[in-house]
């Protein structure tokens, strides 16, 4: 079976969380789709997440293709005794209705008909930042990172954002003991410079795009304009660069244009967690997560964020008292489209059909 090593690793759990008691429908597979990669895993005890393993798309047909090559595996029939019956995906892509067609891949399929298929008596499908969304309050202290002060408080709401490919937005709403994620676009509302130098970077922004939206600027597309629009506004000619290598430069101290534009990334996206923060109230915390800003390590606690996110003028101390967290895990997705897994099955069982 395929892995992050070609080799089955389910000797190792990938988390367990003490706030994660019930878990019906055990052992369940989990599934984190991309564009690229099929990330799948068995939750063979409540919390407990092991043999992950990540298949690249292209290998495989469909995704129920890659569901049952993952599941033919005999390491996993091992761990599956009796079977799997319950599945959860996180698939990046929105999921409206039975049918689901990849945006950034050619997979497309009927959720109904792989669960007959593959033989599930539930089979669960969700766009991967709700289930992103849905992992905060399971992270293990060692699977976040504060960034500044604060205090979370409990059963407030939560907020998230994530700069990768682009940039999502949600947030975690707690009603009656339960968590309900928002189905955000927040990352399509319009970009607001806070200084003369990010006036500079719109004005270079809008030389190619008429609406320039706080994702235009704060996703790898992003870091790669703040860099073209730095050098631009500096009268420098410089060798367009994609955003992990303007990322590792400025990592590697080899260039301080590539760290002008990480730290000008960084300083935004705190502008605009600090405007998530204020607009859903989040005193229960906002959670960063996506590609970018977990690679950066040390050099975004460092960084100008934490000084933007407070700076809200007449609100600067409300913000002071949110806390901030870098997202750590590295499959935070399997712990959020578990918990949705398990309230789905228990809705069932309470409400079965006549």
Same mark, same amino acid.
């Given at each position: 079976?395929?892995?992050?090593?070609?080799?089955?690793?389910?000797?190792?759990p990938y988390a367990s969380s003490?706030?994660?008691?019930?878990?019906?429908?055990?052992?369940?597979?989990?599934?984190?789709?991309?564009?690229?990669?099929?990330?799948?895993?068995?939750?063979?005890?409540?919390?407990?997440?092991?043999?992950?393993?990540?298949?690249?798309?292209?290998?495989?047909?469909?995704?129920?293709?890659?569901?049952?090559?993952?599941?033919?595996?005999?390491?996993?029939?091992?761990?599956?005794?009796?079977?799997?019956?319950?599945?959860?995906?996180?698939?990046?892509?929105?999921?409206?209705?039975?049918?689901?067609?990849?945006?950034?891949?050619?997979?497309?399929?009927?959720?109904?008909?792989?669960?007959?298929?593959?033989?599930?008596?539930?089979?669960?499908?969700?766009?991967?930042?709700?289930?992103?969304?849905?992992?905060?309050?399971?992270?293990?202290?060692?699977?976040?990172?504060? @960034?500044? &002060?604060?205090? #979370?408080? *409990?059963?407030?709401?939560? /907020?998230? =954002?994530?700069? !990768?490919? +682009?940039?999502?937005?949600?947030?975690?709403?707690?009603?009656?003991?339960?968590?309900?994620?928002?189905?955000?676009?927040?990352?399509?509302?319009?970009?607001?410079?806070?200084?003369?130098?990010?006036?500079?970077?719109?004005?270079?922004?809008?030389?190619?795009?008429?609406?320039?939206?706080?994702?235009?600027?704060?996703?790898?597309?992003?870091?790669?304009?703040?860099?073209?629009?730095?050098?631009?506004?500096?009268?420098?000619?410089?060798?367009?660069?994609?955003?992990?290598?303007?990322?590792?430069?400025?990592?590697?101290?080899?260039?301080?244009?590539?760290?002008?534009?990480?730290?000008?990334?960084?300083?935004?996206?705190?502008? @605009?967690? &600090?405007?998530? #923060?204020? *607009?859903?109230?989040?005193? /229960?915390? =906002?959670?960063? !997560?996506? +590609?970018?800003?977990?690679?950066?390590?040390?050099?975004?606690?460092a960084s100008p964020f934490r000084?933007?996110?407070?700076?809200?003028?007449?609100?600067?101390?409300?913000?002071?008292?949110?806390?901030?967290?870098?997202?750590?895990?590295?499959?935070?997705?399997?712990?959020?489209?578990?918990?949705?897994?398990?309230?789905?099955?228990?809705?069932?069982?309470?409400?079965?059909?006549?």
């Amino acid at each position: 079976m395929p892995t992050d090593n070609n080799k089955a690793s389910s000797s190792q759990p990938y988390a367990s969380s003490s706030i994660i008691t019930s878990s019906p429908g055990i052992p369940r597979l989990l599934a984190d789709i991309g564009g690229t990669n099929a990330r799948f895993a068995l939750e063979t005890a409540p919390g407990k997440i092991e043999a992950v393993a990540v298949l690249p798309c292209e290998d495989y047909a469909t995704l129920d293709d890659a569901m049952e090559a993952y599941l033919a595996d005999p390491a996993i029939a091992e761990l599956a005794v009796g079977g799997v019956r319950y599945c959860a995906v996180a698939i990046a892509n929105p999921v409206n209705g039975d049918q689901v067609r990849m945006t950034n891949h050619h997979w497309q399929f009927s959720i109904e008909t792989v669960r007959r298929k593959l033989g599930f008596d539930q089979f669960l499908v969700v766009n991967d930042f709700t289930a992103l969304a849905m992992s905060l309050p399971y992270l293990a202290v060692d699977q976040k990172r504060q @960034i500044g &002060g604060g205090d #979370a408080k *409990t059963d407030n709401v939560i /907020g998230l =954002i994530g700069a !990768g490919t +682009g940039l999502g937005v949600s947030g975690l709403i707690p009603s009656n003991g339960r968590w309900t994620a928002l189905k955000s676009e927040g990352g399509h509302v319009t970009f607001s410079p806070a200084d003369e130098c990010e006036v500079g970077i719109l004005r270079f922004a809008w030389r190619e795009f008429s609406h320039v939206s706080a994702e235009r600027v704060l996703s790898g597309d992003g870091l790669e304009l703040i860099y073209r629009a730095l050098a631009d506004m500096q009268g420098l000619s410089v060798e367009p660069l994609p955003a992990p290598e303007i990322s590792r430069r400025a990592l590697a101290g080899e260039s301080p244009l590539c760290a002008e534009a990480v730290d000008r990334f960084c300083g935004m996206l705190g502008t @605009i967690a &600090g405007n998530v #923060a204020v *607009t859903l109230g989040a005193l /229960g915390g =906002i959670y960063i !997560g996506g +590609g970018i800003v977990p690679r950066l390590g040390d050099r975004f606690l460092a960084s100008p964020f934490r000084q933007r996110f407070e700076q809200k003028g007449r609100f600067d101390s409300y913000l002071a008292q949110i806390p901030t967290f870098v997202i750590t895990a590295e499959y935070p997705a399997f712990l959020g489209v578990s918990a949705i897994l398990t309230e789905n099955i228990s809705d069932a069982a309470a409400n079965p059909r006549a």
